[in-house]
């Protein structure tokens, strides 16, 4: 079946514009995680979604970053009034269930961002 | 702070060698690992999980698992080319008011040389 889709797959921006990263999770699929990953780093947790809340948001860098979903599948991160520290490829993945401690995380393309 | 500890390489080795990756982790109460694999360029793939101490084998992959010690590693075998990667180690645990969650290394680069 298909797999995490991630659009866009590349975007470039000015600094202190907005953007929209969206994520379609796996059908079927009820848990969904945000992630970002600079150039050479590892990933970084930004958030996570059972179903449409969002339980846990302390991985959020700032309050410029939000994400939503809706309709327990696709789930949007916004990034207000961008900075050059955001560029990093954004990843989203999508389990099966956030409760069981054997749900593997699969992993979409990425959204590459760049901010000039 | 979940911590999850990789060595970021590169690690070299010869075409049909063995490779040994490493990983420890902070948080005694973890339960599952996972090993991930990216190529450049691309998004993690998962080729291993672990989930009980001991040894778990798929194909040319092992996964080795020491809770006591905090460790994992994984071992490729008759390494091939296409096997040069950066692998990503994942250690779960469980936040407190719901859900599980992700804490990954910063990844060991192999580089299987001809």
């Known amino acids: 079946g298909a797999g995490v889709s991630q659009s866009p797959s590349n975007k470039v921006t000015e600094k202190g514009k907005d953007v929209e990263l969206r994520c379609d999770p796996i059908s079927g699929h009820t848990a969904l995680y945000w992630y970002r990953q600079s150039l050479g780093q590892g990933l970084e947790f930004l958030i996570y979604?059972?179903?449409?809340?969002?339980?846990?948001k302390s991985g959020l860098p700032s309050d410029r970053f939000s994400a939503e979903r809706t309709g327990g599948s696709v789930s949007t991160l916004t990034i207000q009034r961008t900075q050059q520290e955001d560029s990093a490829v954004y990843l989203c993945?999508?389990?099966?269930?956030?409760?069981?401690?054997?749900?593997?995380?699969?992993f979409g393309p990425g959204t590459r961002l760049l901010v000039l | 702070q979940k911590e999850v500890e990789q060595n970021s390489g590169p690690l070299s080795v010869p075409e049909g060698a063995i490779a040994s990756l490493n990983c420890t982790y902070s948080?005694?109460?973890?339960?599952?690992f996972f090993w991930y694999r990216q190529y450049s360029g691309k998004s993690p793939e998962l080729i291993m999980s672990i989930y009980s101490n001991g040894d778990k084998e798929d194909g040319r992959f092992t996964a080795q698992l020491n809770k006591a010690s905090q460790y994992v590693s994984l071992l490729i075998r008759d390494s091939q080319p296409s096997d040069s990667a950066t692998y990503l180690c994942a250690v779960n645990w469980w936040v407190t008011g719901g859900g599980n969650k992700l804490t990954f290394g910063t990844g060991t680069q192999l580089k299987v040389e001809l």
């Open positions: 948080d005694r109460g973890s339960q599952s």
């Open positions: 993945a999508s389990s099966l269930d956030y409760r069981g401690v054997q749900e593997t995380q699969y």
């Open positions: 979604f059972q179903g449409n809340s969002a339980p846990d």
